[in-house]
Protein backbone atom coordinates (compact mmCIF):
# COMPACT_ATOMS: atom_id res chain seq x y z
CA UNK A 1 0.00 0.00 0.00
CA UNK A 2 1.51 3.49 -1.34
CA UNK A 3 1.59 6.01 1.83
CA UNK A 4 3.53 8.58 0.92
CA UNK A 5 4.76 10.95 -1.77
CA UNK A 6 7.53 11.91 -3.33
CA UNK A 7 7.95 13.93 -6.13
CA UNK A 8 11.38 15.25 -7.84
CA UNK A 9 12.15 18.03 -10.18
CA UNK A 10 14.94 20.04 -11.46
CA UNK A 11 15.14 23.78 -12.07
CA UNK A 12 17.63 25.91 -14.06
CA UNK A 13 18.10 28.09 -10.82
CA UNK A 14 20.33 27.91 -8.35
CA UNK A 15 19.51 26.37 -4.82
CA UNK A 16 19.25 30.10 -2.83
CA UNK A 17 17.11 30.99 -5.45
CA UNK A 18 14.92 28.22 -5.07
CA UNK A 19 15.24 28.31 -1.10
CA UNK A 20 13.89 32.25 -1.45
CA UNK A 21 10.98 30.82 -3.23
CA UNK A 22 10.41 27.63 -0.85
CA UNK A 23 10.84 30.54 2.24
CA UNK A 24 9.70 33.58 1.56
CA UNK A 25 5.93 34.26 2.56
CA UNK A 26 5.31 36.70 -0.07
CA UNK A 27 7.19 34.34 -2.77
CA UNK A 28 4.88 31.19 -1.31
CA UNK A 29 1.83 33.15 -1.38
CA UNK A 30 3.01 33.24 -5.25
CA UNK A 31 3.14 29.80 -6.10
CA UNK A 32 2.16 27.60 -3.30
CA UNK A 33 -0.78 29.01 -1.32
CA UNK A 34 -1.91 32.55 0.33
CA UNK A 35 0.20 31.62 4.02
CA UNK A 36 1.95 33.53 7.04
CA UNK A 37 5.21 31.31 6.96
CA UNK A 38 8.52 32.08 8.57
CA UNK A 39 11.72 29.87 8.57
CA UNK A 40 11.96 29.47 12.41
CA UNK A 41 11.95 26.27 13.91
CA UNK A 42 8.63 25.50 15.75
CA UNK A 43 6.76 28.47 13.61
CA UNK A 44 2.84 27.83 13.52
CA UNK A 45 0.98 29.09 10.28
CA UNK A 46 -1.47 28.47 7.70
CA UNK A 47 -1.73 27.60 4.21
CA UNK A 48 -5.37 29.46 2.76
CA UNK A 49 -7.23 28.20 -0.30
CA UNK A 50 -11.02 28.85 -1.24
CA UNK A 51 -13.23 26.84 1.30
CA UNK A 52 -14.99 23.41 -0.43
CA UNK A 53 -17.29 21.50 1.30
CA UNK A 54 -15.84 19.71 4.31
CA UNK A 55 -12.78 21.66 4.06
CA UNK A 56 -12.81 25.37 5.48
CA UNK A 57 -9.55 25.89 3.03
CA UNK A 58 -7.08 26.28 5.50
CA UNK A 59 -3.98 23.95 6.00
CA UNK A 60 -2.92 24.65 9.50
CA UNK A 61 1.37 23.84 9.60
CA UNK A 62 4.01 24.03 12.34
CA UNK A 63 7.49 24.18 11.10
CA UNK A 64 9.44 20.82 12.35
CA UNK A 65 12.69 20.88 10.37
CA UNK A 66 15.16 23.60 9.01
CA UNK A 67 18.54 23.31 7.71
CA UNK A 68 18.92 26.82 5.83
CA UNK A 69 19.52 26.62 2.11
CA UNK A 70 18.85 23.21 2.09
CA UNK A 71 15.80 21.47 3.87
CA UNK A 72 12.41 22.26 5.73
CA UNK A 73 9.69 20.51 6.85
CA UNK A 74 5.91 21.42 8.42
CA UNK A 75 3.40 19.36 9.65
CA UNK A 76 0.33 19.81 7.66
CA UNK A 77 -3.09 18.87 8.86
CA UNK A 78 -6.36 20.03 7.40
CA UNK A 79 -10.17 19.37 7.64
CA UNK A 80 -13.50 20.59 8.41
CA UNK A 81 -12.42 23.35 10.64
CA UNK A 82 -10.54 24.34 13.30
CA UNK A 83 -12.58 23.17 16.59
CA UNK A 84 -13.35 19.87 14.79
CA UNK A 85 -10.93 16.87 14.27
CA UNK A 86 -8.30 16.68 11.49
CA UNK A 87 -8.91 14.61 8.73
CA UNK A 88 -5.75 15.03 7.64
CA UNK A 89 -2.66 15.31 9.21
CA UNK A 90 0.73 14.61 7.21
CA UNK A 91 4.20 15.64 7.35
CA UNK A 92 5.67 18.18 4.27
CA UNK A 93 9.64 18.35 3.26
CA UNK A 94 11.01 19.89 1.06
CA UNK A 95 14.53 19.00 0.03
CA UNK A 96 17.23 21.05 -2.34
CA UNK A 97 20.38 19.39 -3.89
CA UNK A 98 22.63 21.20 -6.20
CA UNK A 99 22.28 19.94 -9.53
CA UNK A 100 25.00 21.47 -11.97
CA UNK A 101 23.95 25.12 -12.20
CA UNK A 102 20.54 24.35 -11.05
CA UNK A 103 18.66 22.47 -8.03
CA UNK A 104 16.93 19.72 -7.86
CA UNK A 105 14.07 19.71 -5.59
CA UNK A 106 12.55 16.68 -3.55
CA UNK A 107 9.25 16.81 -2.34
CA UNK A 108 7.53 14.43 0.26
CA UNK A 109 4.30 14.05 1.70
CA UNK A 110 4.50 11.71 4.03
CA UNK A 111 2.07 10.06 6.86
CA UNK A 112 -0.82 9.34 4.93
CA UNK A 113 -0.41 5.64 6.99
CA UNK A 114 -2.45 7.12 10.06
CA UNK A 115 -5.47 7.99 8.23
CA UNK A 116 -7.40 5.16 8.37
CA UNK A 117 -7.41 5.46 12.10
CA UNK A 118 -8.49 8.94 11.84
CA UNK A 119 -11.25 8.62 9.04
CA UNK A 120 -12.54 5.89 10.93
CA UNK A 121 -12.61 7.76 14.37
CA UNK A 122 -14.10 10.55 12.84
CA UNK A 123 -16.60 8.42 10.64
CA UNK A 124 -17.83 6.38 13.62
CA UNK A 125 -18.12 9.62 15.29
CA UNK A 126 -20.86 11.04 12.81
CA UNK A 127 -22.68 7.68 12.77
CA UNK A 128 -22.32 6.16 10.03
CA UNK A 129 -21.46 2.96 10.84
CA UNK A 130 -22.68 0.95 8.13
CA UNK A 131 -21.00 3.01 5.70
CA UNK A 132 -17.60 2.42 7.00
CA UNK A 133 -18.22 -1.42 7.33
CA UNK A 134 -19.28 -1.88 3.70
CA UNK A 135 -17.76 0.72 1.44
CA UNK A 136 -14.97 2.67 3.32
CA UNK A 137 -12.63 -0.26 3.83
CA UNK A 138 -12.85 -0.43 -0.37
CA UNK A 139 -12.22 2.88 -1.19
CA UNK A 140 -9.46 2.54 1.30
CA UNK A 141 -8.05 -0.67 -0.11
CA UNK A 142 -8.13 0.59 -3.56
CA UNK A 143 -6.21 4.07 -2.52
CA UNK A 144 -3.09 1.60 -2.77
CA UNK B 1 -18.96 16.68 1.54
CA UNK B 2 -18.81 16.17 4.65
CA UNK B 3 -21.25 18.67 5.45
CA UNK B 4 -23.56 17.18 3.45
CA UNK B 5 -23.06 13.89 5.20
CA UNK B 6 -22.93 15.68 8.47
CA UNK B 7 -26.52 15.24 8.77
CA UNK B 8 -28.59 11.86 9.92
CA UNK B 9 -31.32 11.86 7.72
CA UNK B 10 -29.10 12.37 4.34
CA UNK B 11 -26.85 9.78 5.70
CA UNK B 12 -30.06 7.46 6.11
CA UNK B 13 -30.91 8.59 2.45
CA UNK B 14 -27.87 7.47 1.26
CA UNK B 15 -28.18 4.10 2.84
CA UNK B 16 -31.56 3.93 1.29
CA UNK B 17 -29.94 4.19 -2.26
CA UNK B 18 -27.18 2.18 -1.60
CA UNK B 19 -29.56 -0.76 -2.08
CA UNK B 20 -31.01 0.67 -5.15
CA UNK B 21 -32.68 3.60 -6.56
CA UNK B 22 -35.54 4.99 -5.77
CA UNK B 23 -38.44 8.32 -6.86
CA UNK B 24 -38.95 11.23 -3.87
CA UNK B 25 -41.98 9.80 -2.91
CA UNK B 26 -40.54 6.43 -1.58
CA UNK B 27 -37.71 8.32 -0.04
CA UNK B 28 -40.00 10.09 2.08
CA UNK B 29 -41.92 6.99 3.19
CA UNK B 30 -39.50 6.03 6.32
CA UNK B 31 -38.87 9.24 7.19
CA UNK B 32 -41.33 11.76 9.11
CA UNK B 33 -41.39 14.83 6.86
CA UNK B 34 -42.35 16.13 3.78
CA UNK B 35 -41.78 15.48 0.67
CA UNK B 36 -39.81 19.37 -0.04
CA UNK B 37 -38.06 18.46 3.14
CA UNK B 38 -36.59 15.21 1.25
CA UNK B 39 -36.20 17.09 -1.54
CA UNK B 40 -34.17 20.21 -0.06
CA UNK B 41 -31.95 16.93 1.19
CA UNK B 42 -31.67 15.62 -1.86
CA UNK B 43 -30.51 18.96 -3.14
CA UNK B 44 -27.78 18.88 -0.79
CA UNK B 45 -26.68 15.30 -1.69
CA UNK B 46 -27.19 16.17 -5.38
CA UNK B 47 -24.60 19.28 -4.90
CA UNK B 48 -22.13 17.23 -3.15
CA UNK B 49 -22.03 14.83 -6.20
CA UNK B 50 -23.18 12.08 -3.57
CA UNK B 51 -26.48 11.23 -5.73
CA UNK B 52 -27.72 11.55 -9.39
CA UNK B 53 -31.18 12.10 -10.47
CA UNK B 54 -33.24 11.21 -13.77
CA UNK B 55 -36.73 11.57 -15.25
CA UNK B 56 -38.97 8.99 -15.40
CA UNK B 57 -41.96 11.27 -16.13
CA UNK B 58 -43.37 12.88 -13.72
CA UNK B 59 -41.18 11.59 -10.86
CA UNK B 60 -37.33 12.40 -10.25
CA UNK B 61 -35.40 9.09 -9.72
CA UNK B 62 -32.41 9.09 -7.47
CA UNK B 63 -29.56 6.46 -6.98
CA UNK B 64 -25.94 6.89 -5.38
CA UNK B 65 -23.44 8.28 -6.93
CA UNK B 66 -19.80 6.55 -5.04
CA UNK B 67 -17.27 8.02 -6.77
CA UNK B 68 -17.30 11.27 -5.26
CA UNK B 69 -16.69 9.18 -1.77
CA UNK B 70 -13.74 7.15 -3.27
CA UNK B 71 -12.19 10.20 -4.65
CA UNK B 72 -12.83 12.77 -1.63
CA UNK B 73 -10.75 9.61 0.37
CA UNK B 74 -8.01 9.39 -2.12
CA UNK B 75 -5.60 11.84 -0.63
CA UNK B 76 -2.50 10.33 -2.01
CA UNK B 77 -4.01 10.76 -5.25
CA UNK B 78 -4.92 14.22 -4.59
CA UNK B 79 -2.10 15.32 -3.50
CA UNK B 80 0.16 13.59 -5.68
CA UNK B 81 -1.77 16.62 -8.56
CA UNK B 82 -1.91 19.29 -6.27
CA UNK B 83 1.99 19.23 -5.94
CA UNK B 84 2.67 18.28 -9.45
CA UNK B 85 0.47 21.55 -10.52
CA UNK B 86 2.37 23.43 -7.85
CA UNK B 87 5.66 22.24 -9.07
CA UNK B 88 4.68 23.74 -12.11
CA UNK B 89 4.01 26.57 -10.86
CA UNK B 90 7.03 26.89 -8.87
CA UNK B 91 8.69 26.53 -12.29
CA UNK B 92 6.72 29.71 -13.77
CA UNK B 93 7.75 31.80 -10.82
CA UNK B 94 11.24 31.31 -10.74
CA UNK B 95 11.60 31.79 -14.70
CA UNK B 96 8.94 35.07 -14.05
CA UNK B 97 11.20 36.02 -11.71
CA UNK B 98 14.55 35.08 -11.86
Redesign the interface.
Known sequence: M??D?R?E?V?P?PPA??WR?LTDRH?LS???METDFEPVLGHRFTFRAKPV???DGVTYCEVTELEPGRCVAYRWRGG?GPDRPP??DTLVRFTLEPEGEGTR?I?E?RG?SG?RAV?VSVMMR???A??LR???PA??D??? | MFRALADPTRRAILDRLRRREHGVGALCEPFAMTQPAISQHLRVLSEAGLVRSRRQGRERIYSISPRPLRQAFDWLAHFESFWTDRLDALGDHLDDDP
Request: glycine fraction near 6%; charged fraction near 25%.
Open positions: KRLLRYHRVAEKWLPGWPTLVLHFLLSGWKMTKLVLATR
